[in-house]
């Protein structure tokens, strides 16, 4: 079964801060994906990544980071936290680009930022 | 960009009706996922519909790729099947859009 780890599970941050949130994949996929959902709403795009070393802006990329050091590890990164990015965060990995068979969603990160 | 729009936005159903879903986007979709979303908030695929009409277990999908829609029937619904309904568009490259979903409440 494909897993997708995120840590921490959740995070209290004050505005201004830095706060980097974990995601680790062991089903040697290449696609990799951060989403942020709002209470109430779907998932939006922050960014993505199809390979190490490379990532890629989604629709929602102001205020936001990313870094693909390995096939296995995507972080997202908020430089300088703001109340606006409180929010639940979601990191997905994918077989394939195109036609991608399935996503598989990590647990989740509950972010509130104080 | 892409434009997803699901409806109903809500459903509330005895248990043992069926539901239908409705799921309609603004751009060629190369790849359509539904996705459910527990109550608790974990998110899991139901199943991958590009084109045609696709059947697993209770859930039957059917995307008309030409028209940019898709739909998800739930027949016989149950209680455990409460939960929001997410539908997912993959349009060229690597983006997925998904809707802000359908939320089902199923009583007994």
Redesign the interface.
């Known amino acids: 079964e494909a897993a997708v780890t995120q840590s921490p599970r959740s995070k209290v941050a004050v505005t201004g801060g830095k706060v980097t949130l974990s995601c680790h994949q062991t089903n040697n996929h290449d696609y990799m994906y951060w989403y942020r959902q709002d209470t109430g709403h779907g998932l939006r795009l922050i960014h993505y990544s199809y390979v190490a070393d490379s990532t890629e802006k989604g629709d929602i990329p102001d205020g936001y980071k990313a870094s693909r050091p390995s096939q296995e590890n995507f972080s997202l990164i908020l430089e300088l936290a703001s109340l606006s990015q409180t929010a639940v965060y979601f990191c997905a990995s994918s077989d394939r680009g195109e036609s991608a068979e399935t996503l598989y969603f990590g647990s989740g990160t509950r972010l509130t930022v104080l | 960009?892409q434009q997803?729009q699901q409806s109903p936005a809500s459903l509330v159903l005895q248990e043992g009706e069926n539901a239908e879903l409705q799921c309609n986007f603004s751009s060629t979709a190369?790849?359509l996922?539904w996705?459910y979303q527990s109550p608790g908030?974990?998110?899991?695929?139901l199943l991958?519909n590009?084109s045609g009409t696709k059947h697993t277990g209770r859930l039957t999908s059917t995307t008309v790729t030409k028209e940019r829609r898709s739909s998800l029937h739930i027949s016989s619904s149950q209680t455990t099947d409460s939960g929001t309904y997410?539908c997912?568009p993959?349009t060229?490259?690597?983006?997925?859009?998904?809707?802000?979903?359908t939320r089902l409440l199923v009583s007994p």
């Open positions: 960009g997803v190369t790849q996922q996705f908030g974990s998110l899991v695929s991958s590009p997410l997912a993959q060229g490259g690597y983006k997925v859009v998904f809707g802000s979903g």
